[in-house]
């Protein structure tokens, strides 16, 4: 009875250290910056990381299944060398990115694209100390961290130097062509006078919605935040490292589910700005703050959450469907 509850304290240990260094990056990011604070946190995370980390690594539990980050580099190189590779490259990725803010780009400041890039990091340096039956969601941190990383750092900075346009301006065009131009035109197409404006002069937001309130034209900014440009980004993240770690391959079927689920989260996003919007048409500015604050993200949640209930059924039938009949048949229980 000991054995067990110890390797779970330490594992626990791990987490607990993980979430507070990730903690403090996302109190840094969000402004909210405390510096002693975040300091103590990042310390304090990282001993309690270490200590678990070592005490997993030198537990008797010496034999491990392979996760699918492992047997999929293992299809490319010798599995010792790709137990080297995983925290080697996270190591690298993590002081690459530092040198590359500091020297290439020139800013010190954290940013989320720093926070994601942090984590991402810190998933493979920590991706082969835990034990085995850790793996599914060491698989999907991975997956999940890649996948923003790709959408919110390369894509963006890719477009960004072969554009010479600034992450400001470029962030602006998406928001105003995928949230708050569809807002404008859906909610003019159902009576009520509002314009999607795009202002790169003004000192506040360049997207901003303008409706009109007991005959005063009020005018609502909408930032990245706001306009669920990257909620939709880090659910739609999630979604496909899930789907591809819980059944471990592609089919037609998968790949259709990714592109509904885009679809789903895109119009989820879209029906919460609607509804925030007119809520401000119909009593004003403070109904409109409230319904943002407190109510807009219940309904993105409350679709994404149907939607991902409702395709991950249909997907473990076709799964259980497309499985060999031998895999199917009950295994007789084991003799003690």
């Excluded at 554009?163 to 105003?176: A, K, P």
């Excluded at 703050?289 to 076709?318: C, E, M, P, Q």
Aim: aromatic share 14%; hydrophobic share 55%; net charge neutral.
């Amino acid at each position: 009875m000991f054995a067990p509850s110890v390797k779970f304290q330490r594992e626990w240990l791990l987490l607990l250290g993980s979430l507070l260094v990730a903690a403090a990056l996302y109190n840094h990011y969000m402004g909210h910056s405390v510096l002693l604070l975040e300091l103590v946190m990042v310390a304090v995370g990282t001993v309690l990381a270490i200590i678990a980390a070592k005490a997993i690594h030198d537990s008797t539990e010496k034999e491990k299944d392979r996760g699918l980050i492992t047997r999929l580099l293992m299809k490319i190189m010798p599995e010792k060398l790709v137990a080297m590779f995983i925290p080697t490259a996270g190591f690298v990725i993590l002081l690459g990115w530092s040198a590359y803010k500091l020297f290439v780009v020139g800013e010190n400041n954290l940013r989320m694209e720093d926070f994601i890039v942090t984590l991402f990091g810190l998933s493979l340096v920590l991706y082969n100390l835990g034990p085995s039956k850790l793996h599914i969601a060491q698989d999907f941190a991975v997956l999940y961290l890649l996948f923003m990383t790709i959408a919110f750092v390369v894509i963006w900075r890719a477009y960004e130097v072969f554009s010479g346009e600034s992450h400001y301006r470029i962030t602006s065009y998406t928001e105003f062509y995928i949230v708050t131009s569809p807002v404008a035109a859906i909610l003019n197409a159902l009576g009520f006078n509002v314009h999607a404006v795009l202002d790169f002069e003004g000192l506040g937001l360049s997207n901003i919605i303008e409706y009109w309130h007991n005959g005063v034209m009020l005018r609502v900014g909408i930032g990245a935040g706001c306009s669920g440009l990257y909620s939709t980004g880090l659910f739609f993240s999630a979604f496909l490292a899930f789907v591809l770690v819980r059944y471990q391959r592609l089919s037609w079927q998968i790949g259709a589910s990714f592109v509904a689920g885009f679809a789903v989260t895109w119009l989820s996003n879209i029906i919460r700005m609607i509804i925030t919007v007119w809520a401000g048409i119909m009593w004003g500015h403070p109904a409109l703050a409230f319904v943002h604050s407190y109510i807009g993200i219940v309904i993105f949640v409350v679709f994404v959450t149907i939607f991902w209930v409702l395709i991950v059924r249909w997907l473990d039938k076709v799964h259980e469907a497309g499985r060999p009949e031998e895999d199917k048949t009950p295994q007789p229980a084991a003799q003690s």
